[in-house]
């Protein structure tokens, strides 16, 4: 394997018989020209070119270092989820990564407005994109906002086998959100996002949203609807609210059963 293009010390374009493809690896571009030949025990990923011409723009666009830290940020996910992501979250990390340490060296802070739900909702990302923080601070010497936390998260999640859409999962977090704003403001109370109640809310949310997308119902016998009808009337109604939302706003609804179960978190809120 010859070198076709250097890209950057860490990245080239080589040629691997008709194919082209995108060579990444530390130092793998360091001093090369092209034509010279590929230390093929650098190379620690694969690209080929002709489905990855963005991934090569933006390798040439951005600041090395930036998708240094990218690369650095995705390694730390796969060992901390114990599984591989998604080939492309390099481009969506790396584009992000790169757009938002711009963003905030200019002191324009982006806020989250889902920083709460996808604290609760994707912890474990969460937790990745805190130290995705001071991984940049450490080397950077830039400080970043804890909603950024949040916006690494989402990608880290969406980049997951079976992680879902980008753009879905905002949508559904958002729902989330404004399902618990309809509960706030029906019973005029203040949630603290610390609460148990409030985690396991949001946790049954994403459940019930994700179910009534996928036409799935979960169970709860008649008896029993009627009783927590008739036992939690306040909570019932504020279910229904939240109901009335969904279908005014998103177009679909939750089913009496799920509705059930929602009153049960409601009340739980209520009394704590």
Same mark, same amino acid.
């Given at each position: 394997?010859?070198?076709?293009?250097?890209?950057?010390?860490?990245?080239? +374009?080589?040629?691997?018989?008709?194919?082209?493809?995108?060579?990444?690896?530390? *130092?793998?571009?360091?001093?090369?020209?092209?034509?010279?030949?590929?230390?093929? &025990?650098?190379?620690?990923?694969?690209?080929?070119?002709?489905?990855?011409?963005?991934?090569?723009?933006?390798?040439?666009?951005?600041?090395?270092?930036?998708?240094?830290?990218?690369?650095? +940020?995705?390694?730390?996910?796969?060992?901390?989820?114990?599984?591989?992501?998604?080939?492309?979250?390099?481009?969506?990390?790396?584009?992000?990564?790169?757009?938002?340490?711009?963003?905030?060296?200019?002191?324009?802070?982006?806020?989250?407005?889902?920083?709460?739900?996808?604290?609760?909702?994707?912890?474990?990302?969460?937790?990745? *994109?805190?130290?995705?923080?001071? #991984?940049?601070?450490?080397?950077?010497?830039?400080?970043?906002? @804890?909603?950024?936390?949040?916006?690494?998260?989402?990608?880290?999640?969406?980049?997951?086998? &079976?992680?879902?859409?980008? #753009?879905?999962?905002?949508?559904?977090?958002?729902?989330?959100?404004?399902? @618990?704003?309809?509960?706030?403001?029906?019973? *005029? +109370?203040?949630?603290?996002?610390?609460?148990?109640?409030?985690?396991?809310? +949001?946790?049954?949310?994403?459940?019930? @949203?994700?179910?009534?997308? &996928? $036409?799935?119902?979960?169970?709860?016998?008649?008896?029993?609807?009627?009783?927590?009808?008739?036992?939690?009337?306040?909570? $019932?109604?504020?279910?229904?609210?939240?109901?009335?939302?969904?279908?005014? @706003? $998103?177009?679909?609804?939750?089913?009496?059963?799920?509705?059930?179960?929602?009153?049960?978190?409601?009340?739980?809120?209520?009394? $704590?």
């Amino acid at each position: 394997m010859k070198v076709a293009k250097v890209l950057n010390n860490n990245a080239v +374009i080589i040629k691997d018989g008709d194919l082209e493809k995108i060579a990444i690896g530390a *130092g793998i571009g360091f001093h090369k020209r092209k034509n010279d030949p590929v230390n093929l &025990q650098k190379i620690e990923k694969l690209f080929v070119l002709e489905d990855n011409k963005k991934l090569e723009q933006l390798l040439m666009r951005i600041p090395e270092e930036h998708f240094i830290l990218s690369e650095e +940020i995705i390694a730390y996910a796969e060992a901390k989820l114990h599984a591989k992501l998604n080939s492309h979250v390099l481009l969506a990390l790396s584009d992000h990564i790169s757009f938002a340490i711009e963003r905030e060296s200019q002191g324009i802070h982006l806020q989250n407005k889902l920083l709460q739900e996808i604290k609760i909702l994707y912890r474990d990302e969460f937790e990745i *994109g805190l130290w995705a923080l001071d #991984h940049i601070k450490e080397k950077l010497g830039l400080e970043m906002p @804890v909603d950024e936390a949040a916006f690494i998260a989402l990608h880290i999640h969406t980049m997951k086998i &079976q992680g879902g859409d980008l #753009h879905e999962t905002i949508r559904e977090t958002t729902i989330i959100r404004d399902m @618990v704003e309809v509960i706030k403001q029906t019973l *005029g +109370i203040t949630i603290k996002e610390e609460d148990l109640a409030y985690e396991r809310l +949001i946790t049954h949310l994403r459940f019930a @949203v994700s179910r009534a997308k &996928q $036409y799935e119902v979960h169970a709860m016998d008649e008896e029993m609807l009627q009783m927590i009808r008739r036992k939690f009337k306040i909570a $019932y109604e504020c279910a229904l609210q939240v109901n009335k939302q969904l279908s005014e @706003v $998103y177009g679909f609804r939750l089913p009496e059963e799920e509705l059930g179960y929602i009153t049960l978190h409601i009340e739980r809120l209520r009394k $704590y």
